[in-house]
C-alpha cells in the first residue's frame, strides 16, 4: 500500500465500492479500505444444497444509476427482473391479503370506511405537517386512522427499516410524502403536483416504472464485478483507527488527511488528498473523534438495528399456497415473531432446483431485537412454524440458512434530519472530506450506488478546478 494517495475510500459495501469505482474510473488515484475480510457488506450470495440464497437485500430496485455502472461492468445482460404485476400481501386476521397497487386499495380491507373518509377529507382539506418532526405513526394517525397504520403502513414500514413507526421520522425516512403535504397542504394533491412536474423534467413522456432486479448469480454479482475492477486497489481486513487533519494550505493537490491504520501487518500510515467515509455511522464517528469529538456524539447517535435472515427450502409439493407473488409482510399486532417473508423462487428463476421453493423470512429489527440472539436451530423452528400455519406447508424444510446481521439497517429516528445537518456543518469544517452511505439518503441499494457516483463526481470537479 502506498503512504499517500489521491482519493481514499473507508467502507467497501456497495456505497464505498461504488465511489472508488467511479473515482478510479475518473483517473483518480484510489484506494478503498475494508475493516472485514471481504466486501460487498450485506449483499451476500452464497450457493448451498442447489439453492441460491441472498443473505442481504432479497432484491433491489432499478435505476439510472444502478444501470449506468451495470453497463460499464457488462452485467446488463446478466440481470433478472421480477414480474412488476406479482402481488404483494399482508396477513390480515390470519390470511393473506393481496396489496391492491391502484384505486382498488379504496375498497380492499386495508381502508375502512374512517380512513375512506379521512383520505377524502386529505384531497378536498387542508392541513400542515407539525414542526420539528413527525414520527411516521403520528403522521398516519393525524391524517388517516391507527386501523390503517396497523394494517398496512406498519408492514410496509417494517418492510423496508425493519423498524418502529412509533420513532422513525416521517421527513426523514419517507421525505417525499413529508414534501406532498408541505407543498400543496393535501397529501394527494402534493403528489399529483410533483407526478405532473417528474414528467414535465423528463418532457412530457411516461414515467419509468420501477424495477425489482436481480442477477442470475446473485446479487453479490455486482460486488463482486466492483471488486474484480478495483483490483489491488482493495485492501479488506484493514482498520481505520484514527484521523487526522493535515493542513490543506491553497494547494489543492495538498495532502489533506493522515490516517492511522491497523493491518494484518501491523500499524501503518497513509495521507490522502480526499477522504470518503462509506463505513457505518459509529465507525465513523469513532474513527473522526480527533477531527471534531462532535462527530462522535452525532454519528454513534444513529442507531442501527438487528435482522435475522432465515432461508428455508421446501418441497414445492408440501406448500399448499401457490406462492403467485413477491411474499406477504406482516403487522405487528398478529403477534408473530416474523416481520415479513419473500418468495425468492417465485420472484427469479434457479433460486431453487426443480420442484422446490425458497423462502426467506425475517425477524428482530426495532420492535423484536432480542430474538437474533437465539441459536439458529431455534429461529429456523420458529420462522418454521410460523409460516407453515400461513402458507399450509405440510412437512418441516429440506434446507435451511441463517444469517444474523447485528447492525443491519440504519434507523431514519425522529431527529435525524436535524444531526445529519449537524454533521454537514461539521463536515464543513474539512474540505475534501465526504460521507456515504445508507443512513444518509435512503437505505436501499439504488439510492446508496445513486450518491456514491454523486460524490465521486464532485471529488473529480475539486480536482479538475
Not at 427482473?81 to 390470519?94: E, S, T
Not at 442507531?303 to 435472515?309: A, R
Amino acid at each position: 500500500m502506498s503512504t499517500q494517495v489521491q482519493a481514499l475510500v473507508v467502507g467497501a459495501g456497495i456505497s464505498g465500492l461504488t465511489a472508488a469505482y467511479a473515482l478510479k474510473k475518473s483517473g483518480i488515484i484510489t484506494i478503498l479500505l475494508e475493516a472485514s475480510s471481504r466486501p460487498g457488506g450485506v449483499i451476500q450470495s452464497i450457493q448451498r444444497d442447489s439453492f441460491l440464497v441472498e443473505c442481504g437485500p432479497q432484491s433491489f430496485s432499478g435505476n439510472a444509476s444502478i444501470a449506468s455502472v451495470c453497463k460499464d461492468l457488462g452485467l446488463l445482460d446478466q440481470r433478472i427482473f421480477a414480474d412488476p404485476k406479482a402481488p404483494r400481501y399482508v396477513l390480515l386476521n390470519g390470511k393473506l391479503q393481496s396489496v391492491p397497487m391502484g384505486p382498488g386499495l379504496l375498497v380492499s380491507p386495508f381502508v375502512g370506511g374512517s380512513t375512506f373518509f379521512a383520505m377524502l377529507r386529505d384531497l378536498l382539506g387542508s392541513s400542515r405537517p407539525p414542526e420539528p418532526d413527525e414520527s411516521i405513526a403520528d403522521f398516519v394517525r393525524r391524517k388517516f386512522t391507527p386501523t390503517f397504520l396497523d394494517r398496512l403502513i406498519g408492514p410496509f414500514v417494517s418492510g423496508v427499516y425493519a423498524g418502529d413507526p412509533e420513532k422513525l421520522s416521517l421527513r426523514a425516512a419517507f421525505p417525499i410524502v413529508h414534501e406532498a403535504e408541505t407543498v400543496k397542504a393535501s397529501l394527494f394533491r402534493g403528489a399529483i403536483a410533483m407526478r405532473k412536474a417528474q414528467r414535465t423534467k423528463r418532457g412530457e413522456g411516461p414515467l419509468e416504472k420501477p424495477t425489482f432486479e436481480s442477477f442470475r448469480d446473485g446479487n453479490e454479482t455486482l460486488v463482486r464485478a466492483l471488486a474484480k475492477d478495483l483490483d489491488d486497489q482493495l485492501f479488506c481486513d484493514v482498520e481505520v483507527t484514527a484521523v487526522d487533519a493535515l493542513d490543506p494550505s491553497l494547494d489543492a493537490t495538498a495532502a489533506r488527511f493522515h490516517l492511522t491504520l491497523h493491518t494484518p501487518r501491523g500499524e501503518e500510515r497513509i495521507e490522502a488528498e480526499r477522504l470518503v467515509l462509506a463505513c457505518s455511522p459509529s465507525a465513523a464517528g469513532r474513527i473522526l473523534a480527533r477531527l471534531n469529538p462532535q462527530f462522535e456524539s452525532e454519528l454513534t447517535a444513529i442507531e442501527s438495528v438487528p435482522i435475522g435472515l432465515v432461508s428455508l427450502g421446501y418441497r414445492a409439493a408440501d406448500v399448499a399456497h401457490g406462492l403467485d407473488g413477491f411474499g406477504f409482510l406482516v403487522p405487528r399486532s398478529s403477534g408473530l415473531n416474523v416481520l415479513g417473508t419473500v418468495w425468492n423462487s417465485s420472484l427469479f428463476p434457479g433460486r431453487a432446483p426443480e420442484n422446490h421453493a425458497l423462502l426467506t423470512s425475517f425477524v428482530g429489527g426495532a420492535t423484536n431485537p432480542a430474538i437474533v440472539q437465539k441459536s439458529p436451530e431455534e429461529l429456523v423452528s420458529i420462522v418454521h412454524r410460523e409460516i407453515s400455519s400461513v402458507l399450509s406447508i405440510r412437512n418441516t424444510p429440506v434446507f435451511s440458512n441463517v444469517t444474523i446481521w447485528p447492525q443491519a439497517i440504519p434507523q431514519y429516528n425522529l431527529g435525524h434530519t436535524a444531526r445529519l445537518a449537524a454533521v454537514e456543518k461539521l463536515r464543513s469544517a474539512f474540505p475534501g472530506l465526504h460521507f456515504a452511505g445508507n443512513y444518509l439518503r435512503g437505505p436501499a441499494i439504488g439510492a446508496c450506488v445513486e450518491q456514491a457516483l454523486k460524490i465521486a463526481d464532485e471529488i473529480r470537479v475539486s480536482f479538475a478546478n
